[in-house]
């Protein structure tokens, strides 16, 4: 049962009405109006439990927030990663419910007194929830009714899954041969293909436009980019989507910065000759319609999408952070969707805050080049997806680097974690790209082994991602919410479950080696999903040591692993490209039944795949919907694979007495 105290900022000469209401047998509804110009409350658990949620940012490299106070706001410049900084007033615990706050005003969450967590915001009234679970330990539940109250992701292109290649300045990191912006993609994009290296889009980061530093002006520098309009459709016809950096800045004479000075629309204080600029009170009907008009510019030339910078650096005031990002965010959504309509851009966003996931992707802010980056980045895409944010990224390799960074095991390593994330987003240039030195082509074979991996993984990503938009549930899963009886999960912030079939390790520290506990998933036995050689038992832990050429990745007994080439991207090298589909299958005795929602995309429903095992006679029936493309069922038991052809338009096949790889 869950302890409550629902309290006004506690002054004799304020007054205030509560009232409580059951809306499901989920989920209760607490309304509080005051005349204090602060509410608040506080929750109990045992001093034992877990508070989870809020920031995306791992706290202390913590799963959970013991011992945290601080406001629901960006975090600045902190250890691991810079500007991490998706959050949502949420949180569960493993008490089991959760609580949402359903407010943009600016508050503080308190977890710093063990079995105790407590929020106040600045606002004389507000709405919270507290949601139980459908049934004792379902956590996933907890997050679907989340999810229903705010917003879930909105289901991104084909495009949007990566792998996306960007640099931090095209306009300077120039190859041989390169002599404006322009060239320096066409050198990577020409690499790509020659190595035959999967990608689906790029990125401008800023400078790309004139003006005081290089936003503000709606438009492409001419010397870097001679014709954008060109290059755009270019890229386009080589598979490529392309997005542009955004924020809501107002750089120093330039046009954004001209028309608000003229119309009253800048926050006060200031000061516009320093290198942050003020932001625009979008708030301001006048102000938002001119922004987003102008920035209209950009999908009108051909650009699919927005990275989305800054909101939290000083450029507004604190309390307006989380109401102006918001309003930010779905100003540029506007833009994109009145252009290509829904689901056919890509947004995201370094700060973002509760219900905008539905209008922007995210990734974790500046992550810093070493083995504490990698670390904290794994920790943070666990969180994001605790919040509701499972379509989400890290830079690859990081963003803070020096001038040897990332050094090429690290890099290797990262690669490794990108296949495995919701998005496969790897920043190169700055003197620091595969193919050139001082990198080998050891790297290049690594690289090109991920993108290719997690492309190939893009029918599985992309179902757990039709799973997330429609349930909340993400696609990065804290190990807890798939063995929820298992309380060693409750801590484990390096290893996760992606989607409920495979089960990632990442190595976060040098050397190649780590240990790996396996949690006590239903029962289900975990086969090393590489080479298919050793089966490890739920409960057990082992030490693993491997090469850069390899994860620790590991797949649940009886699990469905939708794979296979669905989308062509980049793919101008495989001659009358057809996409095909593979369905891996891992049938065991002790896991008589299996199904696995596949997400058809083209006809946007989600189709059932059954997997049936008779324990006396081994024998194995597949059955499965319309999955819309043709391809082979395959069968990995002992001595090698069965095969089954798979059609398009739905169907079944039987597979006679097998020995499963789960078996002795």
């Known amino acids: ?11 004799p000469d304020h007054e205030g009405q509560i009232s ?26 045992a001093a034992s439990d877990n508070f989870y949620g809020v920031w995306e940012y791992p706290w202390n490299t913590a799963l959970d927030n013991a011992g945290v106070e601080f406001d629901l706001k960006g975090l600045g410049d902190s250890a691991g990663i810079n500007w991490d900084n998706a959050r949502a007033p949420f949180f569960l615990t493993s008490a089991g419910y959760g609580v949402y706050a359903d407010t943009l005003e600016m508050g503080s969450f308190n977890f710093s007194e063990p079995g105790t967590a407590q929020f106040i915001f600045n606002s004389s009234s507000l709405v919270y929830y507290v ?18 109250l705010s917003s879930t992701i909105e289901m991104p292109p084909d495009s949007g899954y990566g792998p996306t290649f960007w640099s931090d300045n095209f306009e300077q990191d120039f190859h041989s041969g390169v002599s404006n912006a322009q060239e320096n993609y066409y050198d990577v994009i020409n690499h790509l293909y020659y190595n035959q290296i ?22 492409f520098d001419p010397v870097f980019y001679p014709t954008p309009e060109e290059f755009i459709a270019n890229l386009t016809h080589w598979g490529f989507d392309f997005q542009v950096w955004a924020a809501n800045r107002a750089f120093l004479d330039t046009e954004l910065y001209n028309a608000s000075i003229a119309n009253g629309w800048l926050f006060p204080g200031i000061d516009p000759e320093v290198f942050l600029g003020p932001a625009l009170n979008l708030s301001i009907p006048a102000a938002y319609q001119y922004f987003k008009k102008h920035m209209s510019y950009f999908p009108s030339v051909g650009v699919s999408g927005y990275k989305i910078d800054r909101g939290e650096e000083g450029e507004m005031p604190v309390w307006e952070q989380n109401i102006q990002m918001t309003l930010f965010e779905q100003l540029l959504y506007e833009t994109m969707v009145e252009k290509w309509g829904e689901g056919n851009f890509y947004n995201f966003a370094r700060s973002a805050v509760d219900r905008s996931r539905s209008k922007t992707a995210v990734w974790n802010g500046d992550s ?39 050094a090429q095991d690290l890099w ?21 790209t595969p193919w050139y030195p001082p990198y080998s082509s050891d790297l290049v074979d690594v690289l090109k082994k991920t993108a290719n991996l997690h492309h190939d993984l893009l029918p599985y990503i992309k179902s757990y991602t039709y799973a997330a938009h429609s349930t909340g549930v993400p696609v990065m899963r804290a190990a807890f919410l798939e063995a929820p009886s298992d309380k060693q999960t409750y801590s484990t ?55 850069v050429h390899y994860v620790p990745a590991y797949v649940r007994e009886g699990a469905i692993v939708p794979r296979g080439d669905i989308y062509q991207g ?31 995309g083209a006809a946007k429903t989600e189709v059932p795949i059954t997997m049936s095992v008779d324990a006396l006679s081994g024998a194995v029936t597949v059955e499965y919907g319309a999955v819309g493309v043709n391809g082979t069922l395959v069968m990995f038991v002992k001595g090698g694979m069965k095969n089954a052809t798979l059609h398009a338009g739905g169907g079944s096949a039987s597979f006679g007495k097998v020995v499963s790889l789960f078996d002795g």
Do not use: C
């Not at 049962?1 to 002054?11: H, L, P, R």
């Not at 999967?198 to 438009?219: I, L, Q, V």
């Open 1 to 11: 049962m869950v302890s409550q105290d629902t309290k006004q900022e506690q002054e």
């Open 20 to 45: 409580a209401a059951i809306i499901n047998p989920q989920v209760a509804k607490i309304t509080i109006n005051t005349t204090s110009p602060f509410v608040g409350a506080r929750f109990s658990a």
């Open 131 to 148: 949601i139980f679970p459908a049934t004792p330990g379902d956590y996933k539940s907890i997050l679907t009714a989340f999810g229903t």
């Open 198 to 219: 999967h990608a689906t889009s790029m990125f401008a980061d800023r400078p790309y436009g004139t003006g005081n530093s290089a936003f503000g002006n709606f438009d």
């Open 368 to 406: 810093h080049s070493n083995y504490s980056g990698l670390a904290h980045s794994v920790t943070s895409g666990i969180r994001a997806g605790l919040v509701g944010y499972s379509q989400w990224a890290s830079d690859t390799g990081g963003y803070i680097r020096n001038l040897d960074d990332p």
């Open 412 to 432: 290797a390593r990262w690669m490794w974690f990108s296949t495995f994330s919701p998005v496969y987003e790897v920043m190169i240039g700055t003197n620091h």
């Open 493 to 547: 912030k390096d290893a996760y479950y992606f989607g409920s079939e495979l089960y990632i390790a990442p190595i976060v520290s040098a050397g190649g080696h780590r240990s790996v506990y396996f949690p006590e998933a239903g029962g289900t036995k975990y086969l090393e999903y590489f080479n298919k050689t050793v089966v490890h038992q739920p409960g057990s832990t082992t030490n693993v040591e491997l090469s």
């Open 570 to 600: 980049n793919n101008k090298w495989t001659a009358d490209w057809r996409p095909e589909l593979t369905i891996e299958l891992y049938p065991s005795a002790d896991v008589s039944y299996s199904s696995f929602a596949y997400y058809n």
